[in-house]
Protein backbone atom coordinates (compact mmCIF):
# COMPACT_ATOMS: atom_id res chain seq x y z
CA UNK A 1 0.00 0.00 0.00
CA UNK A 2 1.32 3.02 -0.99
CA UNK A 3 1.92 6.22 1.07
CA UNK A 4 -0.68 8.22 -0.96
CA UNK A 5 -3.07 5.82 -0.17
CA UNK A 6 -2.45 6.28 3.50
CA UNK A 7 -5.00 8.31 5.62
CA UNK A 8 -3.40 12.33 5.89
CA UNK A 9 -4.77 12.77 9.31
CA UNK A 10 -3.04 15.66 10.90
CA UNK A 11 -2.03 16.18 14.05
CA UNK A 12 27.88 17.90 7.72
CA UNK A 13 27.74 13.66 9.00
CA UNK A 14 25.60 10.89 7.25
CA UNK A 15 23.94 8.45 8.95
CA UNK A 16 26.78 5.83 7.69
CA UNK A 17 29.71 8.12 9.06
CA UNK A 18 28.55 8.43 13.00
CA UNK A 19 26.57 4.77 13.29
CA UNK A 20 29.51 1.58 14.03
CA UNK A 21 28.15 -1.92 15.38
CA UNK A 22 27.25 -2.54 18.81
CA UNK A 23 29.38 -5.34 19.33
CA UNK A 24 30.88 -8.05 17.47
CA UNK A 25 28.83 -10.84 19.10
CA UNK A 26 25.60 -9.01 18.45
CA UNK A 27 26.09 -9.06 14.48
CA UNK A 28 27.03 -12.31 15.05
CA UNK A 29 23.80 -13.36 17.07
CA UNK A 30 22.11 -11.70 13.78
CA UNK A 31 23.86 -14.26 11.42
CA UNK A 32 22.84 -17.04 13.61
CA UNK A 33 19.24 -16.31 13.41
CA UNK A 34 19.30 -15.60 9.85
CA UNK A 35 20.68 -19.07 9.18
CA UNK A 36 17.68 -20.88 10.85
CA UNK A 37 15.10 -22.53 8.97
CA UNK A 38 11.99 -20.45 9.14
CA UNK A 39 9.02 -22.40 10.52
CA UNK A 40 6.19 -23.57 8.34
CA UNK A 41 2.97 -21.92 8.59
CA UNK A 42 -0.64 -20.64 6.57
CA UNK A 43 0.99 -17.24 5.02
CA UNK A 44 -1.64 -14.85 3.49
CA UNK A 45 -1.42 -14.46 -0.07
CA UNK A 46 -1.76 -11.08 -2.10
CA UNK A 47 -5.80 -11.76 -2.23
CA UNK A 48 -6.84 -14.07 0.78
CA UNK A 49 -8.26 -13.03 3.78
CA UNK A 50 -6.10 -12.43 7.06
CA UNK A 51 -8.00 -14.40 10.04
CA UNK A 52 -6.96 -12.47 13.27
CA UNK A 53 -6.90 -14.02 16.67
CA UNK A 54 -6.53 -11.71 20.26
CA UNK A 55 -5.07 -12.89 22.77
CA UNK A 56 -5.82 -10.51 25.35
CA UNK A 57 -9.63 -9.30 25.60
CA UNK A 58 -9.63 -6.02 28.08
CA UNK A 59 -9.83 -2.47 27.12
CA UNK A 60 -6.85 -1.95 24.78
CA UNK A 61 -7.31 -5.22 23.15
CA UNK A 62 -11.00 -3.41 22.76
CA UNK A 63 -9.64 -0.68 20.85
CA UNK A 64 -7.11 -3.40 18.44
CA UNK A 65 -10.76 -5.40 17.52
CA UNK A 66 -12.51 -2.06 16.58
CA UNK A 67 -10.08 -1.31 14.33
CA UNK A 68 -9.39 -4.28 12.51
CA UNK A 69 -13.45 -4.89 12.02
CA UNK A 70 -13.88 -1.48 10.80
CA UNK A 71 -11.28 -2.36 8.05
CA UNK A 72 -12.51 -5.95 7.36
CA UNK A 73 -16.56 -4.26 7.57
CA UNK A 74 -16.66 -0.59 6.36
CA UNK A 75 -13.04 -0.39 4.15
CA UNK A 76 -13.85 -4.10 3.03
CA UNK A 77 -10.29 -5.18 3.23
CA UNK A 78 -9.55 -9.24 3.09
CA UNK A 79 -9.32 -9.01 7.00
CA UNK A 80 -11.59 -11.01 9.68
CA UNK A 81 -11.56 -11.16 13.45
CA UNK A 82 -11.91 -14.89 13.98
CA UNK A 83 -10.88 -15.80 17.57
CA UNK A 84 -10.36 -14.64 21.31
CA UNK A 85 -8.88 -15.60 24.06
CA UNK A 86 -8.70 -14.56 27.75
CA UNK A 87 -8.15 -16.41 31.13
CA UNK A 88 -11.24 -14.38 32.50
CA UNK A 89 -14.58 -15.54 30.52
CA UNK A 90 -16.64 -12.86 31.02
CA UNK A 91 -14.46 -10.47 29.24
CA UNK A 92 -14.04 -13.13 26.59
CA UNK A 93 -18.05 -13.69 26.56
CA UNK A 94 -18.24 -9.86 25.22
CA UNK A 95 -15.84 -10.66 22.30
CA UNK A 96 -17.83 -13.35 21.40
CA UNK A 97 -20.85 -11.26 21.73
CA UNK A 98 -19.58 -8.36 20.05
CA UNK A 99 -18.22 -9.62 16.85
CA UNK A 100 -19.09 -13.71 16.70
CA UNK A 101 -15.54 -15.01 17.11
CA UNK A 102 -14.42 -18.59 18.79
CA UNK A 103 -13.39 -17.90 22.13
CA UNK A 104 -10.60 -19.59 24.25
CA UNK A 105 -9.19 -19.44 27.58
CA UNK A 106 -5.60 -20.65 26.54
CA UNK A 107 -3.79 -19.26 24.17
CA UNK A 108 -1.97 -22.25 23.08
CA UNK A 109 -5.71 -23.80 21.46
CA UNK A 110 -6.18 -20.40 19.53
CA UNK A 111 -2.89 -20.88 18.12
CA UNK A 112 -3.91 -23.81 16.79
CA UNK A 113 -6.91 -22.83 15.27
CA UNK A 114 -6.17 -23.24 11.39
CA UNK A 115 -8.49 -20.02 11.01
CA UNK A 116 -6.01 -18.03 12.43
CA UNK A 117 -3.09 -16.33 10.46
CA UNK A 118 -1.93 -13.37 12.82
CA UNK A 119 -2.22 -12.62 16.54
CA UNK A 120 -2.44 -9.67 18.18
CA UNK A 121 -1.11 -9.97 21.58
CA UNK A 122 -2.45 -7.71 24.24
CA UNK A 123 -2.23 -9.17 27.69
CA UNK A 124 0.17 -8.04 30.46
CA UNK A 125 3.41 -7.27 29.98
CA UNK A 126 5.15 -10.49 31.74
CA UNK A 127 2.86 -12.60 29.64
CA UNK A 128 4.06 -10.79 26.05
CA UNK A 129 7.16 -12.26 25.68
CA UNK A 130 6.13 -16.55 26.34
CA UNK A 131 3.48 -15.66 23.64
CA UNK A 132 5.18 -13.95 20.71
CA UNK A 133 7.34 -17.00 20.86
CA UNK A 134 4.64 -19.42 20.92
CA UNK A 135 2.64 -17.45 17.88
CA UNK A 136 6.12 -17.24 15.58
CA UNK A 137 6.53 -21.07 16.59
CA UNK A 138 2.92 -21.75 15.58
CA UNK A 139 3.59 -19.85 12.59
CA UNK A 140 1.57 -16.56 12.98
CA UNK A 141 2.15 -13.27 12.52
CA UNK A 142 2.30 -11.33 15.73
CA UNK A 143 1.17 -7.73 16.50
CA UNK A 144 2.30 -7.53 19.98
CA UNK A 145 1.02 -4.57 22.38
CA UNK A 146 4.63 -2.65 24.64
CA UNK A 147 6.55 -3.62 25.91
CA UNK A 148 7.48 -6.70 23.93
CA UNK A 149 8.68 -8.15 27.41
CA UNK A 150 8.38 -7.24 31.18
CA UNK A 151 11.31 -5.13 32.40
CA UNK A 152 12.94 -8.11 34.64
CA UNK A 153 13.04 -10.34 31.78
CA UNK A 154 15.89 -9.42 29.62
CA UNK A 155 17.09 -13.03 28.42
CA UNK A 156 13.56 -13.58 27.49
CA UNK A 157 13.89 -10.67 25.10
CA UNK A 158 16.60 -12.24 23.62
CA UNK A 159 14.99 -15.00 23.14
CA UNK A 160 11.95 -13.45 21.82
CA UNK A 161 14.43 -11.34 19.09
CA UNK A 162 15.76 -14.87 18.22
CA UNK A 163 12.50 -16.92 17.69
CA UNK A 164 10.72 -14.10 15.77
CA UNK A 165 14.07 -13.77 13.76
CA UNK A 166 14.49 -17.84 12.89
CA UNK A 167 10.45 -18.03 12.42
CA UNK A 168 10.14 -15.92 9.35
CA UNK A 169 6.91 -14.59 10.63
CA UNK A 170 6.06 -10.84 10.97
CA UNK A 171 6.46 -9.02 13.76
CA UNK A 172 5.19 -5.30 14.72
CA UNK A 173 5.24 -3.92 18.23
CA UNK A 174 2.18 -1.90 19.39
CA UNK A 175 3.90 1.36 19.64
CA UNK A 176 1.57 2.96 17.45
CA UNK A 177 3.33 6.84 17.26
CA UNK A 178 5.50 4.79 14.38
CA UNK A 179 2.48 5.62 11.95
CA UNK A 180 3.57 8.81 11.93
CA UNK A 181 5.45 10.60 9.40
CA UNK A 182 7.24 13.30 11.06
CA UNK A 183 9.49 10.23 12.28
CA UNK A 184 10.55 9.01 9.09
CA UNK A 185 10.78 12.52 7.33
CA UNK A 186 13.12 13.59 10.32
CA UNK A 187 15.27 10.09 9.90
CA UNK A 188 15.77 10.61 5.96
CA UNK A 189 16.59 14.29 7.29
CA UNK A 190 19.03 12.97 9.99
CA UNK A 191 20.75 10.38 7.40
CA UNK A 192 21.05 13.28 4.80
CA UNK A 193 23.13 15.31 7.43
CA UNK A 194 21.21 17.66 7.77
CA UNK A 195 22.04 18.06 11.41
CA UNK A 196 25.46 17.10 10.85
CA UNK A 197 27.19 14.76 13.39
CA UNK A 198 24.35 13.62 16.13
CA UNK A 199 25.19 14.16 19.91
CA UNK A 200 21.89 14.80 22.02
CA UNK A 201 18.23 13.29 22.24
CA UNK A 202 15.80 14.35 24.23
CA UNK A 203 11.84 12.82 24.44
CA UNK A 204 9.16 12.09 27.48
CA UNK A 205 6.10 11.00 28.13
CA UNK A 206 3.52 13.32 31.03
CA UNK A 207 0.04 12.76 31.82
CA UNK A 208 -1.45 11.90 35.25
CA UNK A 209 -3.07 8.74 36.02
CA UNK A 210 -2.27 5.98 38.97
CA UNK A 211 -3.80 3.29 37.24
CA UNK A 212 -6.21 2.65 39.92
CA UNK A 213 -9.63 2.80 40.15
CA UNK A 214 -10.08 5.37 37.42
CA UNK A 215 -7.33 3.95 34.90
CA UNK A 216 -7.70 0.19 35.50
CA UNK A 217 -11.64 -0.58 37.25
CA UNK A 218 -12.21 -3.48 38.85
CA UNK A 219 -15.16 -5.59 36.96
CA UNK A 220 -16.11 -7.41 39.54
CA UNK A 221 -14.86 -6.89 43.23
CA UNK A 222 -16.28 -10.51 44.31
CA UNK A 223 -14.99 -12.85 41.86
CA UNK A 224 -12.53 -15.55 42.73
CA UNK A 225 -10.48 -17.87 40.88
CA UNK A 226 -12.40 -21.26 38.88
CA UNK A 227 -13.50 -21.82 35.76
CA UNK A 228 -14.18 -18.61 34.71
CA UNK A 229 -10.95 -17.12 35.84
CA UNK A 230 -7.74 -18.96 35.80
CA UNK A 231 -5.51 -17.17 38.37
CA UNK A 232 -2.34 -19.66 37.47
CA UNK A 233 -2.47 -18.69 34.16
CA UNK A 234 -2.59 -14.96 34.72
CA UNK A 235 0.39 -15.05 37.13
CA UNK A 236 2.45 -17.40 34.70
CA UNK A 237 6.11 -16.69 35.40
CA UNK A 238 5.40 -14.07 38.24
CA UNK A 239 5.98 -14.40 41.96
CA UNK A 240 2.94 -16.97 42.87
CA UNK A 241 1.09 -14.63 45.08
CA UNK A 242 -2.70 -15.22 46.53
CA UNK A 243 -5.24 -14.35 44.75
CA UNK A 244 -6.11 -10.52 44.98
CA UNK A 245 -8.89 -8.66 43.04
CA UNK A 246 -6.59 -5.85 42.47
CA UNK A 247 -3.77 -7.59 41.37
CA UNK A 248 -6.13 -9.09 38.65
CA UNK A 249 -7.73 -6.37 37.37
CA UNK A 250 -5.26 -3.32 37.73
CA UNK A 251 -2.33 -5.15 37.48
CA UNK A 252 -0.67 -2.28 35.90
CA UNK A 253 0.27 -0.53 39.45
CA UNK A 254 2.15 -4.00 40.62
CA UNK A 255 6.24 -4.46 40.17
CA UNK A 256 5.36 -8.12 39.27
CA UNK A 257 3.63 -7.69 35.87
CA UNK A 258 4.37 -4.09 34.85
CA UNK A 259 6.91 -1.34 35.04
CA UNK A 260 5.15 2.09 35.42
CA UNK A 261 6.47 4.71 32.72
CA UNK A 262 9.84 3.15 32.17
CA UNK A 263 7.82 -0.08 30.05
CA UNK A 264 4.29 1.42 29.60
CA UNK A 265 4.97 4.35 28.57
CA UNK A 266 8.39 4.99 27.42
CA UNK A 267 8.28 2.30 24.45
CA UNK A 268 6.15 5.29 22.66
CA UNK A 269 8.54 7.91 23.06
CA UNK A 270 12.37 6.67 23.00
CA UNK A 271 11.25 3.93 19.73
CA UNK A 272 11.29 7.02 17.31
CA UNK A 273 14.40 8.35 18.64
CA UNK A 274 16.42 5.13 18.39
CA UNK A 275 15.31 4.59 14.70
CA UNK A 276 15.59 8.42 13.55
CA UNK A 277 18.93 7.87 14.71
CA UNK A 278 19.91 4.10 13.88
CA UNK A 279 20.80 3.34 17.75
CA UNK A 280 21.72 0.15 18.68
CA UNK A 281 22.22 -1.70 21.90
CA UNK A 282 23.42 1.46 24.84
CA UNK A 283 26.32 0.95 26.94
CA UNK A 284 25.11 2.71 30.07
CA UNK A 285 22.06 3.55 31.53
CA UNK A 286 20.78 5.37 34.44
CA UNK A 287 17.34 6.27 35.93
CA UNK A 288 16.06 8.18 38.79
CA UNK A 289 12.44 8.67 40.50
CA UNK A 290 9.60 6.97 42.49
CA UNK A 291 6.63 7.35 43.88
CA UNK A 292 6.20 10.85 44.37
CA UNK A 293 2.50 11.57 43.94
CA UNK A 294 0.73 7.89 44.22
CA UNK A 295 1.41 5.58 47.35
CA UNK A 296 -1.01 3.00 46.46
CA UNK A 297 1.22 1.57 43.24
CA UNK A 298 4.16 -0.13 43.87
CA UNK A 299 5.74 0.70 40.13
CA UNK A 300 7.01 4.83 39.85
CA UNK A 301 5.26 7.50 38.87
CA UNK A 302 8.01 9.38 37.84
CA UNK A 303 10.99 8.30 36.23
CA UNK A 304 13.26 9.99 34.38
CA UNK A 305 16.57 8.19 32.49
CA UNK A 306 19.76 9.13 30.69
CA UNK A 307 21.38 6.91 27.90
CA UNK A 308 24.50 6.49 26.92
CA UNK A 309 25.35 5.51 23.51
CA UNK A 310 28.67 3.39 22.20
CA UNK A 311 27.63 5.83 18.54
CA UNK A 312 28.73 8.71 21.08
CA UNK A 313 25.07 9.72 21.34
CA UNK A 314 23.25 11.04 25.09
CA UNK A 315 19.48 10.14 24.95
CA UNK A 316 17.42 11.45 27.78
CA UNK A 317 14.12 10.56 28.75
CA UNK A 318 11.66 12.54 31.12
CA UNK A 319 8.43 12.09 32.57
CA UNK A 320 5.84 11.95 35.12
CA UNK A 321 2.14 10.84 36.28
CA UNK A 322 1.99 13.29 38.14
CA UNK A 323 1.44 16.21 35.93
CA UNK A 324 -0.25 16.29 32.43
CA UNK A 325 0.75 19.98 31.37
CA UNK A 326 1.43 19.46 27.74
CA UNK A 327 1.79 23.17 26.01
CA UNK A 328 3.43 23.51 23.29
CA UNK A 329 6.15 20.79 22.12
CA UNK A 330 3.56 17.73 22.41
CA UNK A 331 2.31 15.26 19.69
CA UNK A 332 -0.51 12.79 20.78
CA UNK A 333 -1.82 12.42 24.04
CA UNK A 334 1.23 13.20 26.62
CA UNK A 335 4.24 12.27 24.28
CA UNK A 336 6.51 14.75 24.36
CA UNK A 337 8.10 15.75 20.81
CA UNK A 338 11.35 14.49 20.50
CA UNK A 339 14.43 16.97 20.18
CA UNK A 340 17.25 15.73 17.87
CA UNK A 341 20.78 17.59 18.32
CA UNK A 342 23.55 17.22 15.99
CA UNK A 343 27.21 19.27 15.74
CA UNK A 344 25.13 21.29 13.11
CA UNK A 345 21.71 21.79 14.24
CA UNK A 346 18.33 20.57 15.83
CA UNK A 347 15.43 18.68 14.85
CA UNK A 348 11.89 18.82 16.34
CA UNK A 349 8.17 19.08 15.54
CA UNK A 350 5.81 21.92 15.95
CA UNK A 351 2.24 21.70 15.09
CA UNK A 352 2.45 20.17 12.04
CA UNK A 353 5.86 20.78 10.52
CA UNK A 354 9.36 19.66 11.43
CA UNK A 355 11.43 22.29 12.61
CA UNK A 356 15.23 22.89 11.93
CA UNK A 357 17.52 25.29 13.77
CA UNK A 358 21.08 25.78 13.28
CA UNK A 359 23.54 25.40 15.41
CA UNK A 360 25.27 28.38 16.45
CA UNK A 361 28.57 29.17 13.87
CA UNK A 362 27.23 25.74 11.37
CA UNK A 363 26.25 28.66 8.79
CA UNK A 364 23.22 26.24 8.19
CA UNK A 365 19.40 28.32 8.11
CA UNK A 366 16.56 27.19 9.95
CA UNK A 367 14.23 25.80 7.53
CA UNK A 368 10.77 24.12 8.43
CA UNK A 369 8.88 20.58 6.77
CA UNK A 370 5.85 19.90 6.68
CA UNK A 371 4.57 16.85 8.41
CA UNK A 372 2.34 14.69 5.86
CA UNK A 373 0.50 12.46 8.10
CA UNK A 374 -0.12 12.15 11.40
CA UNK A 375 -0.07 8.92 13.99
CA UNK A 376 -3.38 6.52 12.97
CA UNK A 377 -4.18 2.97 14.53
CA UNK A 378 -5.69 1.81 11.63
CA UNK A 379 -3.25 2.72 9.22
CA UNK A 380 -0.65 1.21 11.68
CA UNK A 381 -2.62 -1.75 11.27
CA UNK A 382 -3.35 -1.76 7.57
CA UNK A 383 1.10 -1.47 7.33
CA UNK A 384 0.90 -4.76 9.40
CA UNK A 385 -1.24 -6.38 7.49
CA UNK A 386 0.31 -5.13 3.98
CA UNK A 387 3.79 -6.72 5.38
CA UNK A 388 1.93 -9.89 6.35
CA UNK A 389 0.38 -9.49 2.46
CA UNK A 390 4.20 -9.01 1.20
CA UNK A 391 5.95 -11.26 3.71
CA UNK A 392 8.07 -7.94 4.20
CA UNK A 393 9.70 -8.55 7.94
CA UNK A 394 10.67 -4.76 8.05
CA UNK A 395 7.44 -2.86 9.62
CA UNK A 396 7.05 0.15 11.28
CA UNK A 397 8.48 -1.11 14.77
CA UNK A 398 10.13 -4.69 14.50
CA UNK A 399 11.39 -7.12 16.66
CA UNK A 400 15.20 -5.60 16.07
CA UNK A 401 14.25 -2.23 16.85
CA UNK A 402 11.97 -3.13 20.32
CA UNK A 403 14.78 -5.39 21.47
CA UNK A 404 16.93 -2.44 21.18
CA UNK A 405 14.38 -0.39 22.86
CA UNK A 406 13.29 -2.56 25.54
CA UNK A 407 17.14 -3.53 26.78
CA UNK A 408 17.38 0.44 27.36
CA UNK A 409 14.23 0.60 29.53
CA UNK A 410 15.25 -3.03 31.17
CA UNK A 411 18.47 -1.37 32.66
CA UNK A 412 16.89 1.57 33.78
CA UNK A 413 14.76 -0.20 35.58
CA UNK A 414 16.96 -2.72 37.29
CA UNK A 415 19.55 0.07 37.86
CA UNK A 416 17.01 1.77 39.62
CA UNK A 417 15.42 -0.19 41.74
CA UNK A 418 19.46 -1.50 42.63
CA UNK A 419 20.30 2.19 43.05
CA UNK A 420 23.09 1.91 40.65
CA UNK A 421 24.09 2.70 36.80
CA UNK A 422 23.78 -0.21 34.73
CA UNK A 423 25.93 -1.23 31.73
CA UNK A 424 25.30 -3.34 28.72
CA UNK A 425 28.10 -5.85 27.80
CA UNK A 426 27.44 -5.94 23.86
CA UNK A 427 30.27 -8.57 23.38
CA UNK A 428 28.03 -11.04 25.50
CA UNK A 429 24.61 -9.31 25.49
CA UNK A 430 24.50 -9.29 29.23
CA UNK A 431 23.31 -6.46 31.29
CA UNK A 432 25.95 -5.64 34.40
CA UNK A 433 25.30 -3.52 37.38
Not at 155 to 162: N, Q, R
Request: aromatic share 10%; charged share 25%.
Amino acid sequence: MSRQEKSTEKEGFTRRQFIHQAGSAAAALTVARASAAPVSGKTAGANERIGVGFIGCGSRAGSHMKAVHWLGTQAKEAVELVAACDVYRPRLQKAIDAYGVKGYMDHRELLEDPNVDAVCIATCDHQHGYQVIDAVRAGKDVYCEKPVTHWRQFELTKKVAEEVEKSGQVFQLGTQGMSDSAWTQMKKLVEEGLIGRPIHAECGFFRVGDWGERGMPVDDPDVRPGPDLNWQAFLGDAPQRPFNVSRFFRWRMYEDYAGGPSTDLYPHSLTPVVDILGLSFPSKVVATGGKFRYHEREVPDTFNILVDYPEKVTVAVLGTQGNDDQGRGFRGSGKRVPVIRGWEGSLTVEDNQIVFRGAKGSNKEGKTFDIEHGEGLVDYWREFFDCCRRHRKKTLSPMELAFHVQTVLQMAMLGFRADKVARFDAAHLKIIL
